[in-house]
């Protein structure tokens, strides 16, 4: 079972139409997104709840 991995939050600004925005991602291991039972594919729109008490993000499929 690989559902267990270390991801990285990262920032990448962008400029669109002259403007310069912020774009974040959250990178999921290859173990942990290829692995028979996570939950999400490419291409899935997602829910994110965050919970700044706990420290926690959770993602859901819409």
């Known amino acids: 079972m690989a559902l ?3 991801g990285k939050f990262i920032n990448r600004p962008t400029t ?3 403007k ?8 999921i ?3 942990v997104a290829n ?3 996570f939950p999400f594919k490419a291409g899935d729109i997602i829910e994110i ?4 008490k706990l420290k926690r ?3 859901r499929k819409e």
């Open 4 to 6: 267990k991995g270390k």
């Open 16 to 18: 669109t139409g002259g």
């Open 20 to 27: 310069k925005y912020d774009k974040y991602f959250v990178y």
């Open 29 to 31: 291991p290859t173990d």
């Open 35 to 37: 692995d028979s039972q």
């Open 49 to 52: 709840l965050v919970e700044p």
């Open 57 to 59: 993000v959770i993602l």
